[in-house]
């Protein structure tokens, strides 16, 4: 079975409070892919990602996510196309005065799970694929950054999305702990999911092989593994 193309940009532009960030973008994503987002602070990657569920506005061009025309879709259609997405923020995000079950299970009833057995169940899935099965009962401030990013993947993990999107996710988290966080997003990707990872570090490209995108200029440009390995500092 080949590749499923989940997301198609054609000639698209996307805006912030009418200003364009980034312009003429043509970009297709596939189903099992990892991709690296590079690029300087304020260089658009985070709008990028935010435009794929819709939270920055994309004109011009034509935009596919999911069959879904990102310039047509109604309002109320928003919700089933964020739902195909799991998203890792740098700054965690959880909520402090729940445990992490509580956290996880906080966030399925908010998608429409009802079934208690179900909820557990699946927590439990997600706990497990991400080395936490044993840290449920424990409270945000009671973990570790690292085990606090791993429940921010559990957590993004729990509606079986299709793409995970991770906004520099190990910024905030020591080297051997990053380290130990991209593994688990590569091995999650080599699971059939697609990842695409904004980050300034470009020691993972040498580790962890994948497609390579550098936003810059306002625009979008896919650098080729063959001329990274030649010359790393095109990346930059």
Not at 50 to 72: D, I, Q, T
Request: charged share 25%; hydrophobic share 40%.
């Amino acid at each position: 079975m080949g590749k499923r193309t989940l997301i198609d940009y054609d000639g698209v532009d996307i805006c912030q409070q009418e200003l364009i960030i980034l312009k003429d973008i043509h970009l297709q994503v596939h189903s099992g892919e990892f991709i690296f987002l590079l690029g300087k602070v304020g260089s658009g990657k985070s709008s990028l990602l935010k435009s794929f569920y819709r939270e920055a506005p994309v004109s011009a061009g034509s935009a596919m996510v999911f069959e879904h025309n990102l310039r047509k879709m109604k309002r109320k259609e928003i919700p089933t196309l964020r739902r195909k997405f799991g998203i890792v923020f740098q700054d965690f995000q959880l909520l402090i005065d729940r445990t992490v079950n509580e956290n996880l299970e906080f966030v399925l009833q908010a998608t429409g799970w009802k079934d208690k057995e179900a909820i557990a169940q699946q927590i439990e899935n997600v706990l497990h694929q991400v080395g936490m099965s044993t840290k449920g009962y424990k409270m945000p401030h009671q973990l570790s950054g690292g085990e606090q990013q791993r429940i921010v993947i559990a957590r993004a993990l729990l509606n079986s999305p299709e793409i995970i999107l991770a906004d520099e996710p190990t910024g905030n988290l020591d080297p051997e702990t990053a380290n130990g966080l991209v593994d688990l997003l590569y091995q999650i990707s080599m699971a059939g999911t697609t990842v695409i990872m904004a980050t300034h570090n470009l020691g993972w490209l040498d580790k962890y092989p994948g497609r390579i995108i550098r936003c810059e200029d306002e625009h979008l440009y896919e650098i080729s593994t063959t001329a990274y390995e030649k010359n790393p500092a095109d990346a930059q």
